[in-house]
């Protein structure tokens, strides 16, 4: 992955793999993504699939293994004809046999009776509590994970910050629980060309003003600033939306309630960097006097000083 320039057309296809049409946002959207290879496929990685699947694609899936095992079950009892009192050639007494076999409910009015159908029924015995105890351990797996609800502001900016130009974003724990010890990493990729004519992805890690927050409670505003040897000093938002320039975040810490680190990761591609523009203030109190966040203005911003439309630090 050094280099993508003259490769093969299956590094080509890497490349968009990874890092999709502008940058590295299709990896933040979807996660873990593997790398292509030969065998891959919805099998590859069963379990990490289930547990990073939502709530109802991970309901749907398990319903349609159950139908489509007791489907594959019940044409075997059909088939066979050997389910006590069974309707003769009935598809859905065997089915709903099945059900019960595999459930472990046993009603009692129906029962195999031939020796086809007793082997059928211990296998499907057997296979209802290996599936009992794996989908148990995958919901439990999935219900007991911490994880982190960070918002991310819609856009990044570019203003002066204690009289220096600064790269600017925006953090909200959304939970009411704390993130202890968090910290942030912010790193910046950009399309560049070697002296050799080759294309490369440089990455390279922006500087912070505060890259740890003891206790990440309400807001946190990220500033990198833009100093000499910035990969933003002396460049334009031309210049760095022709390079295919992205800004990627990862957040990490510690769930207090859990005492189990969670993370949280944002992406922000150059069109989403605004320049000459500051990030609302979001603080405000109560009637009462207790601190408050507005965050109906969380995503706002607000024009700031002439100047910063153009190159910073040139």
């Given at each position: 992955m050094r280099q993508w320039a003259g490769a093969s057309a299956s590094a080509k296809l890497l490349r968009m793999s990874i890092f999709g049409a502008r940058g590295n946002r299709l990896l933040?959207?979807?996660?873990?993504?593997?790398l292509p290879s030969r065998g891959d496929g919805y099998f590859a990685d069963f379990y990490h699939h289930l547990l990073d699947s939502s709530w109802p694609a991970l309901l749907l899936q398990i319903a349609t293994a159950f139908a489509l095992l007791n489907a594959i079950f019940g044409f075997g009892y059909w088939l066979d004809a050997g389910i006590e009192n069974a309707r003769p050639g009935s598809f859905s007494d065997a089915y709903f046999f099945s059900v019960e076999t595999m459930a472990t409910i046993g009603y009692g009015r129906m029962a195999p009776i031939t020796l086809a159908a007793h082997l059928l029924m211990s296998v499907e015995a057997l296979t209802g509590l290996i599936g009992l105890a794996m989908v148990t351990g995958l919901i439990f797996a999935k219900f007991s994970r911490p994880t982190a609800r960070v918002r991310f502001s819609r856009n990044a900016v570019i203003s002066l910050r204690d009289?220096?130009?600064s790269l600017m974003f925006r953090m909200a724990n959304v939970r009411a629980n704390l993130i202890?010890?968090?910290?942030?990493?912010?790193v910046f990729a950009r399309q560049e060309r070697t002296a050799e004519g080759e294309e490369v992805r440089r990455f390279r890690d922006l500087e912070l003003s505060r890259t740890r927050n003891a206790i990440f409670a309400y807001s946190w505003t990220a500033v990198h600033p833009i100093v000499p040897g910035s990969p933003f000093y002396g460049t334009t938002r031309e210049e760095l939306i022709a390079s295919d320039a992205d800004l990627t975040i990862s957040l990490i810490g510690i769930d207090e309630t859990f005492s189990q680190t969670v993370y949280a990761r944002h992406s922000y591609n150059a069109e989403d960097i605004i320049w000459g523009a500051r990030l609302a203030d979001i603080t405000t109190h109560t009637p009462d006097g207790q601190f408050a966040l507005d965050m109906s203005q969380f995503d706002a911003t607000l024009p700031a000083e002439a100047g910063m439309t153009a190159t910073v630090g040139a």
């Open positions: 933040v959207r979807q996660r873990r993504r593997s009289g220096v130009p202890v010890e968090a910290q942030i990493h912010v």
